[in-house]
């Protein structure tokens, strides 16, 4: 157990819908990234959020879009989404933004689009 | 940008077996760090080994080492006396030296482990 938490484990939705993943980072990490596991695009980075505020920007949709609480938790907004946004979701966190920070990885939550 | 290569789809061994997993990497930067994840069945992304690139010293983590070659940008994982628990997706990781950015995964390698 990573003590990274994701909610919900799958999610069902369809095509043209909005949904929401959240991320619960382990306590005292700082830094969340998130993380999309597809089978045509592999594992790409999505967004990095460090303290609330965004910090890196990789492959995110614009349909996509990310926040972080004061709490730290963070949570990922999927919208209009389409049958490739299948996929499994990740979220990581890591203590801060040093360089070469190991990131733990939570279970992952799946999403089927139909 | 940077790339990660892993050449190796799928590779079986058998138990007690000693295997190598392939990573390659294109980057200019001078100051990275490298991973090796593991993921099981279960999805879970587990980090088995980290390595500096500005470390000489291979990283070591029990049964499992790493052979990395700065020159050639290589960064192959050794795992010894292979167990059923090993099989697994293992994926090669990179993070750039300019810290704000996320993990560059390679495709991952199959491996299997067999009885």
């Known amino acids: 157990d990573s003590g990274v938490t994701q909610t919900p484990k799958h999610l069902i939705t369809a095509t043209g819908q909005r949904v929401t993943l959240r991320c619960s980072p382990r306590?005292?990490?700082?830094?969340v990234y998130w993380y999309q596991q597809s089978l045509d695009q592999g594992l790409q980075f999505l967004i990095q959020?460090?303290?609330?505020?965004?910090?890196a920007k990789g492959n995110i949709l614009e349909r996509f879009s990310a926040q972080q609480f004061p709490d730290l938790h963070s949570e990922l907004n999927l919208s209009s989404l389409e049958l490739g946004d299948s996929a499994l979701y990740f979220c990581a966190s890591s203590p801060g933004t040093r360089v070469g920070e190991t990131q733990y990885f939570g279970p992952g939550t799946r999403l089927l689009v139909l | 940008a940077q790339t990660v290569t892993q050449s190796q789809p799928e590779m079986s061994v058998q138990e007690a077996e000693t295997v190598t997993l392939s990573c390659t990497y294109d980057t200019s930067e001078s100051n990275y760090y490298l991973f090796w994840y593991k993921q099981p069945p279960s999805r879970q992304m587990i980090l088995v080994i980290r390595?500096?690139?500005?470390?000489?010293q291979n990283a070591t983590e029990n049964r499992f080492s790493v052979n990395f070659q700065k020159a050639a940008k290589s960064f192959s994982l050794k795992i010894s006396d292979s167990q059923l628990g090993d099989t697994a997706m293992y994926f090669c990781a990179y993070h750039s030296g300019g810290g704000a950015d996320g993990l560059t995964f390679g495709k991952g390698t199959h491996l299997i482990i067999q009885p």
């Open positions: 306590s005292g990490d700082l830094s």
């Open positions: 959020y460090y303290n609330g505020e965004e910090r």
């Open positions: 390595q500096e690139a500005y470390k000489q």
